[in-house]
């Protein structure tokens, strides 16, 4: 008790002497009793993009690509019972899934290269013929399926991603019934959950097989679309794109130098008859359009064509990995300069990675690095000036450019065959074989290849590239710092 005491005497005596000795500001704590503190070392600001457009609210409708981050979307996947007209063919009841009219492990066995984190999906497909690391079968979903869409367009509203370019492949859609059936409902899925989810949609034809002899069915269709949706009324639907005041609508894959079966004057009556229908234009171009080489036509007409445009989009698939992207700095941003100095919006590509090793297994891997090689090119083509982007692609698996939600590589199935065969490849081509042959073509056992599929990084959640894409146009829209380091979520 006496010690007791003791303790309390001494306890009040202190705190009396603190009331006493101060004037109630913090200047005056002692330092016994105030942590010191780390004088704070100069640094550099942040740096932020100060965007050259107005900032889209939420709710409103898209009238420019200007500060839009979009992404293509291929929509063409098809399962057996999915009912599309596809499903009742052997050959394309696995559409786009299937390489050689067979979806089964194997390289040339099967199209794609990621699988997709089914967990979400409304409607799965059982694949009995693959097989997941801990038993069962994994499903794939079907892109005619409206809940695909619908699921789809509600993880762009997730994650900040703006919109989609739905794309429409002329080759499929002209002189194909089976096709078209396909495309077009799935593009009357993506209208609707346009408007559910408030995201911007805009059609891209893909002009891998147009020919001269479809210019008038291509522009049938466009005209189709145009009157179906109604789409000069914004009160139809409200977030189709706009760009300077008329519905955009897109044409990729004009002045490559890889000998299509169309010249610059078909693709020029092309616009024009876009153009008296009352579409804004948007060309997907080469690599190396302005300076009219390597993958670009040589012709000038190419440039008279891209300034009749309001957007162009070059394709950078391929082109560059992570290591020699710094190769093509000067490249984008002398693209940005010519296109301010010509009155043409430039949407400059970024993709996450590619590989398309089962229906190519003689090609490389783009790796991801974690994200930073994407996060690489948003940052450079915003520093570099641009205004908006074309993520390349939301759902392509077929070439491992996905930016969705797939499996973790721990958890994909098997790519093992049961079956020993031979892949014989020539000039590019490629063939199943039973054995080799004696030609001069080079034959290798498949199982050789190796070919395991891809996924997300296992120390990675299956959603992070999505996740990076929004963080992307926040850098865009200068609401976070524009910086190379990748974001820390």
């Not at 007209?85 to 899934?97: E, F, G, I, R, V």
Request: glycine share 8%.
């Amino acid at each position: 008790m006496k010690l007791k005491n003791i303790f309390l005497f001494i306890l009040c005596s202190l705190m009396a002497c603190t009331v006493a000795c101060s004037d109630g500001s913090d200047d005056d704590i002692p330092p016994a009793i105030e942590p010191p503190t780390k004088p704070e070392e100069p640094g550099k600001e942040d740096e932020y993009n100060k965007p050259d457009f107005e900032l889209h609210k939420d709710g409103e409708p898209f009238n420019s690509y200007r500060g839009l981050v979009m992404t293509g979307y291929q929509g063409w996947f098809g399962t057996p019972d999915d009912g599309c007209l596809h499903a009742t063919k052997n050959n394309t009841k696995w559409y786009h899934y299937r390489e050689n009219d067979m979806f089964e492990p194997g390289v040339l066995r099967n199209s794609i290269d990621f699988w997709p984190d089914m967990s979400e999906y409304e409607k799965k497909y059982p694949v009995e013929k693959f097989t997941l690391p801990g038993g069962g079968n994994p499903t794939v979903f079907s892109s005619y399926d409206e809940s695909t869409v619908m699921l789809h367009f509600k993880w762009m509203k997730d994650y900040g991603i703006d919109g989609a370019f739905m794309q429409r492949f002329v080759g499929e859609v002209i002189d194909n019934p089976d096709g078209k059936e396909h495309f077009d409902k799935v593009l009357q899925s993506a209208m609707k959950a346009s408007n559910t989810h408030q995201r911007a949609i805009c059609v891209m034809y893909d002009l891998g097989g147009f020919q001269p002899d479809r210019l008038t069915k291509t522009l049938a269709d466009a005209k189709n679309i145009m009157d179906t949706y109604q789409l000069k009324d914004r009160s139809k639907q409200k977030f189709y794109l706009y760009q300077d005041e008329k519905p955009l609508i897109v044409l990729w894959g004009v002045g490559f130098n890889d000998n299509r079966p169309f010249s610059l004057t078909d693709v020029e009556t092309l616009m024009n008859g876009l153009k008296e229908m009352g579409y804004s234009l948007m060309l997907g171009v080469p690599t190396y359009w302005r300076e009219r080489r390597n993958d670009a036509l040589s012709d000038a007409k190419l440039h008279d064509l891209i300034k009749a445009a309001d957007v162009i989009m070059p394709w950078f698939v391929g082109r560059y990995g992570k290591n020699n992207y710094s190769d093509f700095h000067n490249l984008i941003a002398n693209d940005v300069k010519w296109c301010n100095d010509n009155g043409v919006e430039y949407a400059p590509l970024c993709f996450p990675g590619s590989s398309d090793r089962n229906m190519h297994p003689e090609n490389g891997v783009n790796e991801r690095y974690g994200g930073q090689f994407l996060w690489d090119q948003m940052y450079h083509c915003i520093k570099s000036g641009a205004q908006m982007l074309y993520m390349a692609m939301f759902d392509e698996i077929d070439e491992g450019t996905a930016l969705f939600k797939c499996l973790n590589k721990k958890d994909v199935p098997s790519n093992e065959s049961s079956v020993a065969y031979y892949v014989r490849y020539k000039d590019g081509n490629y063939k199943i074989v039973s054995k080799p042959g004696t030609d001069d073509a080079k034959y290798t056992l498949a199982s050789d290849y190796n070919v395991t599929f891809g996924g997300i990084e296992d120390d990675l959640p299956s959603d992070h590239y999505l996740w990076l894409t929004g963080q992307g146009k926040k850098m865009l829209r200068g609401e976070i710092p524009l910086s190379g380091s990748l974001p820390v979520r």
